[in-house]
């Protein structure tokens, strides 16, 4: 009745209404569901399937940027504590097939301006953990890391490098390396008044444009990683500011004929060019700045660092390869790999095959590509590069000189392997992963325990010939030299955490006591040269800035019973064990 009295302008404007009402309220319900399926990106469907890329994350970034002075200036540094559980594999996760998803896309060539040129205020993980030495082992740990961060204060501070013998320092890049690469391990290990030294340091005195040419590779891993974590990990904006300022001053190294990037950059004149030793750029080098771009995109919301190194990862994935395995060197200008050049799992090809496994880690495992690319890898290595050697069976993993002569030559460097191998059977993939792990890391513990000093050389060489009146290791003079390298370390702890056996521990504290006995001197930790003279190891008067960023800080990590202290399901370590947050479907830090 009402409504026939109506006239026909009432009846239309009643209708259209109506008609609005109910497309809004299915609008809202439908956005509902993919908000509340966000809360655990572990179960969600594919990106393609519900219609989620990157860019519309940056558009959920663009929505937070509100409030980028919002985030708090005081580094929380939790005093000892935390409770005693050992952190056991976790078995219960595992799945039986890798997960498969669809390609992330999204990103490139859609035609829409990607760039966000703001800070997002995110956190990685709101429930902090509790940092410092929860027992005496830890303690022991932080105390050799004050002992060498004392002395590089007073005779190397804000330079590169301490050199511990004539107290002086040494310069690679002019960026303070160890400041920047020890940030985030002084705030594990609860160093509290150090940390704000060196954020100071970082705010104040940090130079982003030295007159000097870097390598890409070593600068993304160790600053802009150093950077990234020290970011998530304090909350303080300022090494958020600085990773950006410096992704900014790298990007030019991706001007290359082909998408691969040149190997050195100056900073002060952003000329990039090969490096000065030969034409190419090195594989594992191209391949292994990925976690720490990607981090910065989806950290400051703009897709452009993400975007350069997304086109070097597809470049690398199409080209043809030997059963899944890369030849060492690359030319930037081609494209293509050098022919005829070495593979390893050591020096130059290493941590190609890390980045594979820990990208689609850090991607939720949504990235298809990168996990096919690491089980063919896995699949060749098993049948090309694995070897056991006589009289004792140790399974090593060798070289193929020239690509196809198979070397029976180990570098330390290739121990970051049993690590990356039980990681990835702890994401899902195939039990004998988690086998040949184990086995790579009971030798690795073996170039250890072998030696006269109980260090590793940096290469072992194995037999192979039955009855030959040999030990399995074999070492060679020139490469008789410790760098206090973190590889093996790194592993142990992989290895501990996900099977939960102690004697990894054990190895680790028998490692750690052989670095304190040798290479301990009054100011600081040095490399040595000849592991295999306990009394004269012949100390080299370097410190590498990686002792304090990594081999401390796994260390650290290996002896912590907080199964809540950088747990893999919401973390990756970069090859520089810069912890970095795990991202889901949207790009947004797993909690
Ligand atoms: C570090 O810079 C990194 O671990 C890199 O992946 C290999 N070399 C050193 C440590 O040995």
Redesign the pocket.
């Known amino acids: 009745m009402v409504w026939r009295r109506m006239s026909r302008l009432q009846r239309n404007i009643i209708s259209m209404s109506l008609a609005v009402g109910v497309v809004v309220s299915i609008y809202i319900l439908l956005h509902r569901k993919t908000s509340t399926g966000r809360q655990d990106p572990m179960n969600q469907p594919p990106w393609g399937q519900i219609g989620v890329d990157y860019f519309h994350f940056e558009n959920d970034v663009q929505q937070r940027n509100g409030n980028v002075g919002g985030k708090k200036d005081e580094t929380v540094i939790d005093g000892p504590g935390g409770p005693d559980i050992a952190n056991q594999g976790d078995q219960d996760n595992r799945v039986d097939e890798p997960v498969i998803h669809q390609p992330a896309g999204g990103d490139d060539d859609d035609g829409e301006d990607d760039n966000v040129d703001k800070i997002a205020n995110e956190r990685p993980n709101k429930s902090q953990p509790k940092y410092g030495p929860q027992n005496e082992k830890q303690e022991a740990i932080v105390a050799a890391f004050k002992h060498a961060w004392k002395a590089y204060k007073a005779y190397a501070w804000g330079h590169d490098e301490l050199k511990p013998v004539s107290k002086s320092w040494n310069e690679w890049f002019n960026l303070g390396l160890t400041i920047v690469d020890s940030l985030d391990t002084m705030i594990i290990l609860g160093l509290e008044k150090e940390f704000k030294e060196a954020r100071d340091w970082v705010a104040n005195d940090m130079n982003i444009k030295p007159r000097k040419d870097v390598n890409l590779f070593?600068t993304t891993?160790?600053v802009l990683g150093g950077l990234l974590s020290a970011y998530h990990l304090s909350d303080e904006l300022v090494f958020l500011e600085k990773a950006k300022l410096l992704g900014d001053e790298l990007l030019p190294c991706f001007n290359s004929k082909s998408s691969i990037p040149f190997a050195d950059i100056n900073l002060m004149t952003g000329v990039a060019k090969a490096p000065k030793w030969g034409p190419d750029s090195t594989v594992s080098e191209v391949t292994?700045i990925q976690l720490e771009f990607r981090d910065l995109s989806f950290t400051t919301g703009d897709m452009k660092y993400k975007k350069a190194v997304d086109k070097v990862s597809k470049h690398i994935h199409n080209l043809p390869k030997e059963s899944g395995l890369v030849p060492i060197f690359i030319n930037a200008n081609t494209g293509q790999f050098r022919a005829r050049s070495t593979i390893t799992f050591g020096a130059r090809g290493?941590?190609y095959y890390e980045y594979l496994l820990k990208q689609w880690v850090q991607t939720s495992k949504s990235e298809q590509m990168f996990v096919d690319d690491y089980l063919e890898a896995m699949a060749g290595a098993k049948e090309k590069l694995v070897r056991t050697s006589e009289p004792n069976k140790l399974t090593f993993v060798g070289e193929l000189l020239s690509g196809d002569r198979f070397s029976a030559k180990m570098d330390h460097?290739a121990c970051f392997l049993p690590g990356t191998l039980a990681l990835g059977y702890k994401n899902g993939l195939d039990e004998w992963h988690l086998q040949l792990a184990k086995d790579l890391m009971h030798t690795c513990y073996q170039t250890y325990a072998f030696t006269a000093t109980k260090l590793s050389p940096e290469i072992s060489h194995f037999n192979m010939v039955p009855g030959a009146r040999t030990d399995d290791i074999i070492i060679k003079p020139a490469d008789a030299h410790n760098?206090l390298?973190?590889?093996t370390i790194e592993s142990l702890l992989y290895l501990y955490r996900i099977t939960g056996d102690k004697f990894y521990r054990q190895w680790g504290w028998e490692i750690f006591q052989a670095f304190e006995r040798h290479t301990k001197l009054p100011y600081g930790y040095s490399s040595i040269s000849n592991v295999q003279n306990a009394k004269n190891p012949g100390i080299r008067d370097k410190m590498e800035s990686?002792f304090l960023g990594?081999t401390l800080k796994y260390l650290f990590l290996l002896f912590s019973d907080d199964k809540d202290l950088f747990p893999f399901e919401k973390y990756v370590f970069n090859?520089?064990a810069h912890p970095l947050p795990v991202r889901d479907f949207l790009g947004k830090a797993v909690q």
């Open positions: 070593e891993i160790r292994t290493d941590s460097l760098l390298r973190p590889e990686f990594e090859t520089e």
